[in-house]
């Protein structure tokens, strides 16, 4: 079967750096994706990752390893709008989306 | 530039009766897809479509239908509603299906199914 790992639920400091893991066993791969959910709202597109290795944008970057079916999110300097679910997804040899149960990030200040 | 639009937000329905719930995009994309949030779980495929006339079935179809007679809409039919229909439901396209597209999200229905 189609599997998504993630934490659950993560709790970070203001201003300090997070990273939350993503395993996946998945049949066949075409790429990985990282959503952030509000609560209440709908999923936004953060990163994609196709070629292993590191992808920055801004404050966030996300990182693949093919071979050992993990990605990380890294998120520098939080803010408290980062308090959000993070929602890791895998396009499965059919190109359809099999998403993970998402991480809730909750910030402290 | 509206994105995808859903209607209703919200919706109580009790056990049998139907509903269509809506979904437009005004990106012409070609592809839509539907979906269910359940508390914990991840978003699990409905229904999806490649363009106007042509639809397939996702993940977990029993129980609801949809159609795609043009580019901008996407209707979802839920027939006999059951309580384990009771979720939120988003409506999402992409502009193709491989690659690095993306799918962008309309805001959602929630529904319970009393």
């Known amino acids: 079967g189609q599997n998504i790992d993630q934490p659950t639920e993560m709790t970070a400091t203001e201003g300090a750096i997070v990273q939350i893991n993503c395993t996946y066993q998945t049949s066949g791969f075409n790429g990985l994706f990282w959503y952030q959910q509000h609560a209440g709202e709908a999923p936004t597109f953060l990163s994609y990752?196709?070629l292993d290795g590191l992808e920055e944008k801004g404050r966030f970057s996300s990182f693949l390893s093919r071979s050992k079916g993990y990605s990380y999110l890294l998120l520098k300097e939080l803010q408290m709008k980062d308090s959000a679910s993070y929602l890791c997804?895998?396009?499965?040899?059919?190109?359809?989306?099999?998403w993970g149960a998402g991480t809730k990030l909750i910030i402290k200040p | 530039n509206a994105g995808v639009t859903q209607t209703p937000k919200f919706r109580i329905l009790k056990i049998g009766q139907s509903m269509t719930l809506q979904c437009t995009q005004d990106m012409n994309h070609n592809y839509m897809y539907w979906y269910r949030q359940d508390p914990g779980m991840g978003l699990k495929l409905i229904y999806y479509s490649v363009g106007a006339g042509i639809t397939d079935k996702g993940e977990v179809p029993n129980g609801y239908n949809v159609s795609r007679s043009t580019t901008e809409d996407f209707p979802l039919r839920l027939e006999l509603a059951a309580p384990s229909q009771t979720s939120v439901y988003f409506c999402a396209s992409s502009y193709d299906l491989a690659g690095s597209a993306d799918q962008y999200f309309g805001p959602g229905t929630r529904l319970l199914v009393l």
């Open positions: 990752n196709v």
């Open positions: 997804a895998v396009k499965d040899s059919n190109y359809q989306l099999i």
